[in-house]
T-cell receptor, first 114, second 110 residues
Framework: EAGVVQSPRYKIIEKKQPVAFWCNPI?????LYWYLQNLGQGPELLIR????????DSQLPKDRFSAERLKGVDSTLKIQPAELGDSAVYLC????????????FGEGSRLTVL | GEDVEQSLFLSVREGDSSVINCTYT??????LYWYKQEPGAGLQLLTY?????DMKQDQRLTVLLNKKDKHLSLRIADTQTGDSAIYFC??????????FGQGTTLQVKP
């Protein structure tokens, strides 16, 4: 079974530029998560989807961050405009069902904002 | 991971046992998890324990849970160089949200 696929693996942009990350979860996994991981820290949840519905986006900075999962499969996370403090790894994860801690993570997208 | 605390670093010699500790705050958490992250990779689930258990063993891994003290530990027997990684504990809140600690870097010396 293919794992969670994320792209790009690395992205370097200048501040105020937009950036987008893409995630394809494991086939059949209805729940999709976007996490932010700062250097030396554990992942922090940005948004959780159940199929195409965002069920927890309380930690998503909505002034500059947006996410979508239009068909309930793959998802895109966008930042516009990016700030220096957005430099981090953006992790996507999926799980078979809701309310489980058995998450399968992608390799992450490392963002550097100059 | 402001509510889940771990020590930041542990160094052991190959063949020794490693014990990584974690404290959490929500006594209603139903499951507690251990994840492993190797350099440049995402997190990988290692093992988990249900909150009504006090011990779980899975090959070289032993998880101990002290619910009274909200303390979780992961013991790795016969630690190998391939075990060098960052280990995260996480608690599953009853909201369905997973809260991670800041991670413990395990260094295994040959």
């Amino acid at each position: 079974e293919a794992g969670v696929v994320q792209s790009p693996r690395y992205k370097i942009i200048e501040k105020k530029q937009p950036v987008a990350f893409w995630c394809n979860p494991i086939s059949g996994h209805n729940t999709l998560y976007w996490y932010l991981q700062n250097l030396g820290q554990g992942p922090e949840l940005l948004i959780r989807y159940e199929n195409e519905e965002a069920v927890d986006d309380s930690q998503l900075p909505k002034d500059r961050f947006s996410a979508e999962r239009l068909k309930g499969v793959d998802s895109t996370l966008k930042i516009q405009p990016a700030e220096l403090g957005d430099s981090a790894v953006y992790l996507c994860a999926s799980s078979r069902q809701a309310d489980t801690g058995e998450l399968f993570f992608g390799e992450g997208s490392r963002l550097t904002v100059l | 991971g402001e509510d889940v605390e771990q020590s930041l670093f542990l160094s052991v010699r190959e063949g020794d046992s490693s014990v990584i500790n974690c404290t959490y705050t929500d006594s209603s958490s139903t499951y507690l998890y251990w994840y492993k992250q190797e350099p440049g990779a995402g997190l990988q689930l290692l093992t988990y324990i249900f909150s009504n258990m006090d011990m779980k063993q899975d090959q070289r891994l032993t998880v101990l849970l002290n619910k009274k003290d909200k303390h979780l530990s992961l013991r790795i027997a016969d630690t190998q160089t391939g075990d060098s990684a960052i280990y995260f504990c996480a608690e599953a809140r009853n909201t369905g949200k997973l809260i991670f600690g800041q991670g413990t870097t395990l260094q295994v010396k040959p």
